[in-house]
């Protein structure tokens, strides 16, 4: 075929195009079980980390808490995961495998929510998995609760497109650190979560359900509050239930 015809430069533009698809069809599949054990992972070593910080005590010494950590040491301390029915009723469910993304999508009714039990140095955690919305796109994180399931013992947050040092900030540490110690229960009774509020001037205050927000990311502040009050809101049955159960500490 004459290589200067339009004909070969068209059947050449094919082949190339077909070539290169099955390349990168091969190298996504033959990566997709090593992406997916990055994610399994990285799950564990946020949901550890919410109670341990970023280093975790293994065999009597303390090391960071990297990944493959996570993956080694998840079952010595996380004791339970748990799919709850928002009456806090247990579901034959696989928490773990559970996608928020998905669920809601779903009446808060018909959802599933996953709760992990964890066993650290001698005191339980429960550790609350969330997702919702901020300013473009999707943000999630873990919230774990104290053994009176109303303090709180750490968070990590996380988001798919916020907006680098505004609403990108809420996975830093100094913003995560501001809701140690903050109450997910109002003076009502009613699981409020903690909300991000503009202008806070309430410094150390532990028991307003309010932090201090990041300067110039309101929206993402905002998604920040809304799904910690309605994710945690569906909790309360199950709290309420095992507080009565005596297995809490009351404090």
């Known amino acids: 075929m004459d290589k200067n015809s339009n004909a070969y430069t068209f ?14 069809s091969f190298t996504a599949t033959s990566l997709q079980p090593m ?22 005590i293994v065999e009597g010494e303390k090391v960071e808490l990297t990944r493959a950590v996570a993956s080694k ?24 495998k559970i996608n928020l993304a998905k669920q809601l999508t779903l009446d808060e009714s018909e959802q599933t929510y996953p709760l992990y039990v964890a066993n650290y140095q001698n005191k339980t ?62 003076d009502s009774g009613q699981v409020v979560g903690v909300e991000v509020k503009k202008g806070y001037s309430g410094g150390d205050n532990k028991s307003d359900n309010a932090v201090d927000a990041i300067s110039g990311a309101t929206i993402t502040g905002d998604g920040v509050s809304k799904m910690m009050k309605e994710r945690l809101k569906n909790y309360k049955p199950y709290f309420e239930k095992i507080k009565k159960s005596g297995k809490v500490a009351i404090r």
């Open 11 to 24: 059947i050449f533009a094919i082949a190339m195009v077909i070539v290169v698809a099955v390349a990168l």
């Open 35 to 56: 992406q997916a054990e990055n994610v399994r992972q990285e799950k564990m070593q946020n949901i550890l980390s919410t109670f341990t910080g970023d280093s975790i």
């Open 73 to 96: 040491v998840y079952d010595n301390y996380v004791t339970e995961e748990l799919a709850l029915s928002n009456q806090g009723e247990s579901k034959d469910e696989d928490a773990f």
């Open 125 to 186: 955690y429960y550790v609350v998995p969330l997702r919702g919305s901020g300013l473009w796109d999707a943000i999630w994180g873990y919230v774990a609760l104290e053994e009176d399931v109303n303090t709180i013992k750490g968070v990590v947050f996380d988001h798919k497109g916020e907006t680098a040092g505004l609403g990108a900030e809420i996975t830093t540490d100094w913003f995560q650190e501001r809701f140690v110690n903050e109450k997910i229960y109002n």
